[in-house]
């Protein structure tokens, strides 16, 4: 019997600032006003990554977001933005570490 196994599409939004001084608690309060189940996973000098839910896309969350990010870019002092979503390189290994975990256990 075969398997099946869903893997799902994760989106990373990624935040540049120009400078010192970005407003962490700012942008989160701002994202998390659109996208209530982002989460910050990674939070550099002058960057900070969330990670936003697979549906986020489909429920047509973007539109809006990117809407009041581009009207509220200078009050959070944001220099830049980008969205990825999870590569096929990155499934791939997934499915991989899956198998190997199960092949050793």
């Known amino acids: 019997m075969m398997q ?3 893997y799902h599409v994760v ?3 990624l935040f540049f600032f120009a400078g010192s001084g970005q407003l962490e608690v700012a942008v989160s309060l701002f994202l998390q006003s659109h996208v209530p189940e982002a989460v910050l996973v990674e939070n550099l000098t002058s960057e900070l990554i969330y990670r936003l839910p697979d549906d986020t896309a489909s ?3 973007f539109e809006q977001l ?4 581009d009207r509220r ?3 959070l ?4 933005y980008g969205i990825s979503n999870t590569s ?3 499934v791939r290994l997934l499915v ?3 198998q190997e975990i199960r092949c050793c256990v």
């Open 4 to 6: 099946v196994h869903l």
């Open 77 to 80: 002092r944001i220099s830049g």
């Open 66 to 69: 990117f809407v009041d990010l």
């Open 96 to 98: 991989t570490n899956s």
């Open 73 to 75: 870019k200078s009050e």
């Open 11 to 13: 989106y990373f939004l």
């Open 88 to 90: 096929l390189e990155e």
């Open 59 to 61: 429920i047509g969350k």
